[in-house]
């Protein structure tokens, strides 16, 4: 069974640092790409960032209110990705899922969507 | 940024019922599109890709259509266990946008 795990949420003062792991499980991980998304209280979804896998560089993409606070990261050999967050800011206070991208390609372009998702862990940021 | 709009924003329907949900791109993300159905508490799933792609296990219930720039979902005749909260998202470019989601509701 294909799934994914996150790990590491709690409760955080503001400007601390705290880093969730996606333990992936029932299919190669290092094949795929992987992405964070998370939600706020009674709010909507946000795209966080994404690592691409290593036969396509491994690079990240990043929202611009995480940009250069938040780095995404991956292990391929134990099969987790990270997210390491610093710099926590109350407004960072949501719901963390990790999922799994499903790459298509046209041309020399390459498209993902979000095929699996794990069931998330909660970050507190509150002082 | 690509801003990703959709309507309506609540939707109060009864079991049997046709049902459309629709998304609007602010510009063209061609059939970059894929829609998410949420539960309360549970993280969401997968239903639709590349606009009209049904992904496996998906009841054949929900259809999706459109491109460029609008996109519907559609469920054929709404299940107790349908009722939901819907997210479309392009994923054309980054940074990776959601629509605000469509809240349905038991009438």
């Known amino acids: 069974e294909v799934q994914l795990v996150e790990s590491g949420g709690g409760l955080v003062q503001p400007g601390r640092s705290l880093r969730l792991s996606c333990t992936a499980s029932g299919f190669t991980f290092g094949d795929y790409a992987m992405s964070w998304v998370r939600q706020a209280p009674g709010k909507g979804l946000e795209w966080v960032g994404f690592i691409r896998s290593k036969a396509y560089g491994g690079t990240t993409e990043y929202a611009a209110s995480v940009k250069g606070r938040f780095t995404i990261s991956r292990d391929d050999s134990k099969s987790i990705a990270y997210l390491q967050m610093n710099s926590l800011k109350t407004e960072d206070t949501a719901v963390y899922y990790c999922?799994?991208?499903?790459?298509?390609?046209?041309?020399?372009?390459?498209?993902?969507?979000?095929?699996?998702w794990g069931k998330g862990t909660t970050v507190t940021v509150s002082s | 940024d690509i801003q990703m709009t959709q309507s309506p924003s609540t939707l109060s329907a009864s079991v049997g019922d046709r049902v459309t949900i629709t998304c609007r791109a602010s510009?063209?993300?061609?059939?970059?599109l894929a829609w998410y159905q949420q539960k309360p508490g549970k993280a969401p799933k997968l239903l639709i890709y590349k606009a009209s792609s049904l992904e496996s296990g998906v009841p054949s219930r929900f259809s999706g259509s459109g491109s460029g720039t609008e996109f519907t979902l559609t469920i054929s005749s709404l299940q107790p266990d349908d009722f939901a909260t819907y997210y479309c998202q392009q994923y054309n470019s980054y940074p990776i946008t959601f629509g605000q989601g469509t809240r349905l509701e038991i009438k």
């Open positions: 999922t799994r991208e499903r790459q298509q390609q046209l041309a020399y372009y390459y498209y993902y969507y979000m095929d699996v």
């Open positions: 510009q063209s993300i061609s059939s970059w």
